[in-house]
């Protein structure tokens, strides 16, 4: 698999990610799995990407992301088992993009600083 086609499977995940969340506001029952098969695509698109670096900086950063990919997991496990509390999901969620924004902002700055 090319990188290329590892970066369209992660943002196949992300956009089925947005739908199922969105979505899950209707209690439309597919959502919970909408969102679980693009959680899935996501941290598969994740776990494949390939990043040769030897900044500490950037290996921090990734490692942030993976842990921000478990978050999602987590979600996602969390939205399909506990239906009974609606929104246990939200927590494990709202972690998650809270380190997926700060790490491709953060990613992004130290990259250029490192082209410069």
Do not use: C
């Not at 776990?47 to 842990?67: A, F, G, P, S």
């Not at 979600?75 to 491709?104: N, R």
Request: hydrophobic share 55%.
């Amino acid at each position: 698999m090319t990188q290329k086609h590892i970066s369209y499977l992660t943002n196949l995940g992300e956009i089925l990610v947005a739908v199922g969340a969105i979505v899950w506001i209707t209690n439309w029952l597919v959502s919970e799995y909408i969102f679980a098969i693009g959680t899935l695509l996501f941290l598969i698109g994740r776990l494949l990407e390939k990043h040769d670096t030897t900044n500490l900086v950037l290996k921090r950063l990734y490692r942030q992301r993976m842990i921000g990919g478990v978050m999602l997991l987590a979600s996602a496990v969390m939205m399909i088992a506990y239906t009974l509390s609606h929104t246990a999901w939200l927590i494990p969620f709202i972690i998650f993009t809270v380190i997926e924004t700060y790490t491709v902002f953060r990613i992004d700055n130290v990259t250029k600083k490192l082209k410069k």
